[in-house]
């Protein structure tokens, strides 16, 4: 939002308008902090402002193979990850499984490890809506950072998820790509998965 300044006049009504301008400025000010890279604003409580990035602007389709596909990829550059914070990766897409039986796995990958795996069997369906969520809160930064994390894919009809009990290591003082991959357990032309849209929040 660009705010600009009252017009100026020669007069007591124009340099009211001016100190009332100012005083609106500074009052806002007053309430907005930058500190260690986050935006904060106060308004009783303090509260961080949430960012997003690497919004997903092409459909990725995975069909009739059982190769490991990439859906979706994103680098958390160097010190761009700090303690306390939450990211959340979610992506969105459409599904078609050519039996009852097919299944699929979706892969979470954080610095080419893999972080979780979830297999699903969606059931014979056709067209059908899905979600994928992975989210981690790091606990602390640095060369030997942690992390705690949580998965989740489900279509109309099935859901998987998967969380953590333990901390992960993470560097965040370098950076650290994050993937999403797709495999289905057999290639067939009904079985078909398309990752439509997606992208990260960052929280605090």
Known sequence: MFLSPPPVHNNDFG?????????????????VEH????????NGNTHAVSTSAGVKTSTTTVVNTVTS?????????????HKDEQIILSLLGSIDAATAAETVTIEFKVAGVTQKTLVITPKNIT?????????????SSGASGTFVDFATF?????????????????????????????TWGAAKAGN????VQGGLVFHH
């Open 127 to 139: 067209n059908s809506g899905w979600k994928a969520e992975y989210s981690m809160t790091v606990r």
């Open 154 to 182: 489900k279509t109309d009809i099935a859901s998987i998820s998967s969380a953590a009990v333990t901390t992960t290591t993470i560097n965040t003082d370098t950076s650290n790509l994050v993937e999403v991959y797709a």
């Open 15 to 31: 340099s009211h308008m001016w100190q009332s301008w100012f005083g609106f400025i500074f009052k806002i000010l007053d309430k």
């Open 192 to 195: 078909s998965i398309s990752c």
């Open 69 to 81: 596909t990439l859906l979706y990829s994103y680098t958390l550059l160097a010190d761009e990850v």
């Open 35 to 42: 500190i260690d890279g986050h935006w904060y604003v106060t």
